[in-house]
């Protein structure tokens, strides 16, 4: 592993002699070579499918698995947008003269060698290698076991490249040592990695999280709320509740748990309850929902706990104070909305939430890079410190200060 994760330090001082230009050639020839190897990576994928249903993976994991050709060229189109985006790296952030006469000018750098542990979808695997590529970054890679083969045939596809353009293979890569006690060592590897990202679940941020000695920025469980405010149109609430919860539900940006404000409540849960049965999913609710639809018991591990599947907890709330209370308690960070026409109940909700995304009457399934015009995201971060939310290549650079002087002393 030492011996690894050595010769990816040492490729990133390669990458400070690359052009903006001359990267965005290279990203633009990495979303070729995945559409010309379409047939390779969808064997890879059929193994790791099959393997897949014969370890009994649920259906929303079996869909994170899957790759077709619409989802190849999705990842070929984000490597694309990726290169079109402005080269973050360089940028003068800000600049002054002191009273001393120093030019001071704050640039932003890469941050070095990043890690990225991460589960199911190979997707990530390109996906956070071009966002690390584009900001001058290292990436060493460890996808989940579930998509061994998968991320094994993206990677070989982008070393490629960057061998066909002399470049060390180290750019990207994915550790050796895939097991629990190589993903303990990369993260107490400081003298060579400068940032673990772990995104997946909460088993996986914990143990990293109270064991890594290399800095770490959390891309938690999405223990994401929905809040219908007496305010709101019925309407639109239904509507983007059930796009919150059914049309993926299987994503860190999906609905977990809907508060309904009690003064509407029985209006609002019979003709809820009408459109999720429709989209088969399965329903738990707290002892006034139960007085109201017919649902299973929802207990406080099912508000804690990030389903990743078509299953929603829904609680009846006394107000934007019962449901902030209930977000305080159970939320995770990710994403929270509340769908209301009254603006003084809007402003009260999104200054008491703290997240790094608080929806006002939207769905929040658009916590996404792309969504939100970052282009392809490294992950969702929970950090406070850093970068928080979609983190995109903007939260992949750090800053120096660069001091001009002319003989100055002190």
């Known amino acids: 592993m030492e011996q690894f994760l050595s010769k990816a330090k040492d490729a990133s001082r390669v990458l400070s002699t690359i052009s903006g230009k001359e990267k965005n050639r290279i990203l633009n020839e990495m979303a070729a070579a995945l559409r010309s190897n379409l047939m390779n990576l969808l064997e890879a994928n ?54 001393d006469g120093l ?46 083969y998968s991320n094994e045939a993206i990677a070989k596809v982008l070393q490629y490249v960057l061998k066909k353009n002399n470049l060390p293979e180290a750019l990207i890569s994915l550790i050796p040592d895939a097991s629990r006690e190589g993903v303990d060592k ?13 995104r997946g679940g909460a088993g996986l941020i914990k143990h990293v999280s109270e064991n890594a000695t ?12 929905t809040y219908i405010d007496k305010d709101a149109k019925l309407d639109n609430a239904i509507a983007i509740a059930i796009n ?16 309904v404000d009690k003064d509407i409540a029985d209006e609002a849960l019979p003709k809820l309850k009408v459109e999720f049965d429709k989209a088969h999913t399965e329903l738990k609710g707290c002892a006034k929902t139960q007085a109201i639809i017919d649902v299973a018991n929802a207990t406080d591990e099912d508000y804690d706990t990030e389903y990743l599947a078509n299953i929603l907890n829904i609680k009846v709330v006394d107000g934007v104070n ?10 995770s960070g990710h994403s929270e909305a509340i769908i209301t026409e009254n603006i003084t109940t809007t402003e009260q909700f999104l200054n ?18 792309g969504a939100f015009g970052f282009g392809a ?26 001091i001009y002087g002319s003989g100055q002393i002190r």
């Open 214 to 225: 290399v800095s770490v920025v959390k891309h938690d469980k999405g223990q994401c709320h």
């Open 46 to 99: 059929a193994k790791d499918m099959h393997n897949g249903r014969k370890n009994n993976l649920s259906s929303a994991l079996m869909d994170r698995l899957f790759l077709d050709e619409e989802r190849i060229d999705a990842m070929a189109v984000a490597i694309e947008e990726i290169a079109a985006l402005k080269d973050p790296v360089g940028r003068v952030l800000d600049g002054w003269i002191t009273e």
């Open 322 to 331: 019962g449901a902030i209370e209930h977000i305080v308690r159970f939320g």
């Open 103 to 148: 030019n001071i000018q704050k640039v932003s750098i890469p941050i070095g060698v990043i890690g990225i542990i991460y589960e199911s979808r190979p997707n990530v695997t390109s996906d956070t290698a071009a966002l690390c590529f584009k900001s001058s970054n290292v990436c060493v890679l460890k996808g989940g076991k579930e998509a061994q």
């Open 352 to 369: 008491a939430i703290d997240a790094a995304a608080v929806y006002v009457n939207a769905s929040t399934r658009f916590t996404d890079g």
């Open 377 to 402: 995201e490294v992950g969702i971060s929970t950090n406070k410190l850093h970068a928080r939310g979609p983190m995109g290549i903007e939260g992949l650079t750090t800053y120096k200060f660069k």
């Open 186 to 198: 990369l993260i107490k590897m400081d003298k060579y990695v400068d940032l673990i990202i772990p």
């Open 244 to 259: 919150a919860k059914v049309q993926r539900p299987g994503v860190c940006n999906a609905m977990e748990t809907l508060l």
